[in-house]
C-alpha cells in the first residue's frame, strides 16, 4: 500500500535493514551544542568533502555533513553503506 509500496532498496532489496548499535555512534552532547550554537548557516549546511587546492572551503570536522556519517554507521544495515561497497557497489541478485 502507499507510495512505495513495491520500491526496492539501492542494493535491490524489497526492505530496508538496520543492524543498530553494530558501529559509528548517534551525535554526542558537544556536537549537538556546537551544532546548536552556530550563527554561521556555512557551519551546517557545508560541502562533504571540499578538494584541497580546488575548493577554497577548509574542512572543520565539527561540520554537521561530517559527523552525521557516524549516524548512518550507528544505524547501519541499508543505512550503512559500507554494505553497498563491501559487495563492491553490485546490487544482489
Not at 12 to 20: A, D, F, M, Q
Amino acid at each position: 500500500y502507499g507510495h512505495f509500496a513495491n520500491w526496492k532498496t539501492i542494493d535491490g532489496n524489497p526492505n530496508i535493514r538496520r543492524r543498530v548499535g553494530r558501529d559509528g555512534k548517534g551525535f554526542t552532547e558537544d556536537e549537538i551544542n556546537w551544532f546548536l550554537n552556530q550563527v554561521q548557516i556555512d557551519q551546517i549546511m557545508t560541502y562533504s568533502a571540499p578538494q584541497p587546492g580546488v575548493c577554497a572551503v577548509r574542512m572543520e570536522f565539527r561540520w554537521m555533513e561530517i559527523t552525521h556519517g557516524n549516524v548512518h554507521l550507528f544505524v547501519g544495515g541499508s543505512f550503512c553503506a559500507s554494505e553497498w561497497h563491501r559487495r563492491g557497489g553490485r546490487r544482489h541478485g
